[in-house]
């Protein structure tokens, strides 16, 4: 057991969110609904410290384009000439 400080975290969710929350139980192998809110919660985690990247991304960058690449842009011109019909079709 860890020394760790815990508290409870509530919520109220309907009764068809509670069963899939069981199923999703079933599904991914976890014990129970604590353990269900503790992986939810990281995976909210992940997400928030995704978010926050992109966002000093756009900080520091601003909206700029990155430049296409000679090779990126004769690619792009091979997959509409591929993708396009031919006339006598």
């Known amino acids: 057991m860890t020394d760790e400080r815990t ?3 509530q919520a109220r969710i309907s009764e068809g969110d509670a069963r899939q929350v069981d199923h999703d139980l079933d599904t991914l192998g976890l014990k129970n609904r604590s353990e269900a809110v503790r ?3 990281r995976l909210l985690h ?3 410290v995704r978010h926050e990247l992109s966002r000093q991304y756009t900080e520091y960058y601003g909206n700029a384009q990155a430049p296409v690449s000679d090779i990126s842009a004769h690619g792009a011109e091979i997959a509409a ?3 396009t ?3 006598d079709e």
């Open 39 to 41: 992986e939810g919660l």
């Open 85 to 87: 019909p031919a006339e």
């Open 81 to 83: 000439e591929t993708m």
């Open 46 to 48: 992940r997400q928030a």
């Open 7 to 9: 508290t409870l975290l």
